[in-house]
């Protein structure tokens, strides 16, 4: 069985293959059809096509039947919003010296084996970047023993590291798991942070829903919020669900994707 996805980033196409199969990412093997037109900050007309197959192994039949209930709330993934420092000059993440670094056709076969030497690959890559942008940024780095890697950045320019709309953090994370998840060891999953800014627009969104879900139920109208990404929009629909006025979902094909809040 496959499918075809089409998404702002490859990872975020990738990432909604996986929960309409109702799989992971070990039972899987994707083709990139289409690059992001720009860089990976989203600001481009094109966006990421990817072709995903589950691997001859997997019960292509149970995992489609498994996944109707479930594909409403798991389609809602990753990333964040920010509002960057009005007194800094936004800098985009500059092209590396090869794209080959983060370009794969299809998955290689994944080992269970931890890469140890994540922190190491993820921190020089991050130099690179930062050196790159003219940024003096320091890197500290925490492996899991659930084979997560959390990266916290410190420095100066908070508002820069961040970017518009929180592009530039999420662009930063989305090439550090490529470059970490390359070789054949077991897929890490990697999350980088600065200034605790994702809990902090995490509060925010929660208390925004709650607020907006007011109004829906007050106006017995429907709230439309501006497009987000598909991790904010799950913060909305996880701060209503215990809401018994309220029901959430969301429309609109990436990147213009929103929540609705509606009174039932």
């Known amino acids: ?98 794209e080959d670094m983060f370009k794969q056709t299809t998955k290689p076969e994944k080992s269970k084996e931890i890469n140890k030497n994540a922190p190491i690959i993820a921190t020089n890559f991050l130099k690179q970047v930062f050196d790159k942008m003219n940024l003096n940024v320091e890197i500290n780095t925490t492996l899991t023993d659930k084979n997560t890697l959390l990266i916290d950045l410190k420095g100066n320019d908070i508002g820069v590291i961040i970017g518009k709309r929180g592009q530039t953090l999420d662009s930063l994370q989305y090439l550090t798991n490529l470059v970490v998840n390359k070789g054949e060891y077991a897929y890490m999953s990697i999350s980088i942070d600065t200034a605790d800014y994702r809990e902090r627009r995490k509060q925010t969104l929660e208390q925004l829903a709650i607020n907006l879900a007011k109004k829906a139920k007050k106006t017995r109208r429907n709230v439309n919020l501006e497009p987000m990404n598909p991790y904010e929009r799950r913060i909305i629909h996880g701060a209503l669900q215990n809401d018994p006025a309220i029901k959430t979902y969301s429309e609109g094909n990436e990147p213009f994707r929103y929540v609705v809040i509606s009174p039932k």
């Open 1 to 98: 069985m496959q499918v075809q996805k089409v998404a702002k980033t490859v990872n975020l196409a990738i990432d909604e293959a996986l929960n309409e199969l109702n799989t992971t990412i070990d039972n899987i093997e994707y083709t990139i059809l289409q690059e992001p037109s720009k860089g990976f900050l989203g600001i481009g007309s094109r966006p990421a096509k990817v072709l995903v197959k589950l691997k001859d192994s997997v019960n292509s039949t149970e995992t489609k039947t498994e996944n109707i209930n479930e594909n409403k709330e798991k389609t809602e993934d990753e990333a964040i919003i920010s509002k960057p420092n009005n007194n800094t000059t936004e800098k985009r993440i500059p092209k590396m010296v090869s």
